[in-house]
């Protein structure tokens, strides 16, 4: 089988699915292109970086000249994780945001079908569908409500997808993940946060509180929680096994606050949550984001084999295992990638350009 073209590897979600591919899929080569963002982490990868089957290049998604020339050096499948939609974390201004969620989409389909991939999974969010009670979850024919720009230019990308799968024959499926955590999150997610806090909290004997955590009065929100392996299988099987044209949601069925999250996690370490009011206007009614992940069982035979306690379990060691880590994260020294001008390889290889289609 020829290359897999990852976009946006070095993300939380991207390379966990890297690492995933690489020990699932023996022999076959990833190639991650990532254009060095303030989501990506280089150290996220470091143990991969130096296997003959792994390569980076630093590009944009959108850059037409890169990734025409990437994907002129046969690769077979793409893994598009470049979306953004989190305004509370460092996705940007909405413009730059919608360039990368629609031009970036549309470029990368218009390059897949001047080239022939077989195979393009688009990695959406479930977060598009806006706010949907346990009684009526939300399946993958349910009208997507964005709550706001960074969601709309997701959505929009979604549907870039599915049109070229029905106009020119693209073997394109779109995934929808729910709230996904696990290790080699950054901490502005709140089991993350939650873990890098109660960790400094535990080595100072103090508490910790709303304020420090980043609650706001829409932690009692309620949704469905995916531990980052399970959610990496699930891809897994719908980037070999998915049908073309379909959307995937891919859910836990697993739901809980993100108050009840971040409690879970302080307990798991022994530490309290001290005095405090959440931040942020009135309060309101809890939301809840349900969603109905019946077609990947039925479809692809794909369950989550992570209970929500193992899982959470298993995210606070891994974080009290790697302090340097996410010290460096919190303090913005991630960006360390012997930086490479756009559309090169760190690692240099004659399968890999320099530059243009060549």
């Excluded at 349910?142 to 230019?153: C, G, I, K």
């Excluded at 400094?200 to 955590?213: D, F, M, N, Q, Y």
């Excluded at 209970?307 to 303090?331: C, F, I, K, N, Q």
């Amino acid at each position: 089988m020829g290359p897999v073209l990852v976009i946006g590897g070095l993300g939380f979600l991207g390379a966990n699915f890297i690492r995933h591919h690489l020990a699932g899929h023996p022999g076959v080569s990833v190639w991650n292109l990532d254009r060095l963002d303030r989501q990506a982490n280089p150290e996220n990868l470091r143990d991969v970086e130096c296997r003959e089957e792994y390569r980076f290049v630093a590009g944009d998604v959108a850059d037409r000249e890169t990734l025409s020339g990437l994907v002129a050096r046969g690769v077979e499948a793409i893994v598009n994780f470049a979306g953004q939609d989190a305004p509370s974390g460092p996705a940007g201004p909405a413009l730059d945001v919608v360039h990368t969620n629609l031009a970036g989409v549309q470029n990368l389909l218009e390059v897949a079908v001047e080239r022939g991939v077989a195979r393009v999974l688009q990695v959406s969010t479930a977060a598009v569908y806006g706010p949907a009670p346990p009684t009526r979850p939300a399946d993958e024919a349910t009208l997507p409500e964005p709550a706001n720009p960074h969601l709309a230019s997701r959505a929009g990308g979604d549907w870039l997808a599915l049109g070229a799968a029905r106009a020119f024959g693209l073997e394109v499926m779109v995934a929808r993940p729910t709230r996904v955590f696990g290790p080699h999150q950054p901490a502005w997610e709140p089991v993350a946060r939650a873990a890098v806090a109660a960790l400094e909290a535990a080595g100072e004997e103090r508490p910790v509180t709303a304020e420090s955590l980043g609650l706001s009065l829409g932690a009692g929100d309620v949704w469905d929680w995916l531990y980052v392996a399970d959610c990496c299988e699930a891809l897994d099987a719908v980037l070999y096994r998915g049908e073309p044209g379909a959307v995937y949601n891919v859910a836990s069925h697993m739901l809980r606050s993100e108050a009840e999250m971040v409690a879970a996690v302080l307990r798991r370490l022994g530490v309290a949550l001290g005095p405090g009011e959440p931040a942020g206007g009135r309060r309101r009614p809890p939301e809840f984001h349900a969603v109905d992940g019946r077609r990947i069982r039925q479809g692809l035979g794909w369950w989550p084999r992570w209970s929500l306690d193992d899982a959470l379990t298993a995210t606070v060691e891994w974080y009290g295992r790697h302090p340097s880590w996410w010290s460096r994260m919190r303090a913005g020294e991630h960006i360390r990638l012997d930086a490479a001008p756009a559309g090169q390889a760190v690692r240099r290889d004659p399968a890999v350009p320099s530059r243009g289609p060549g």
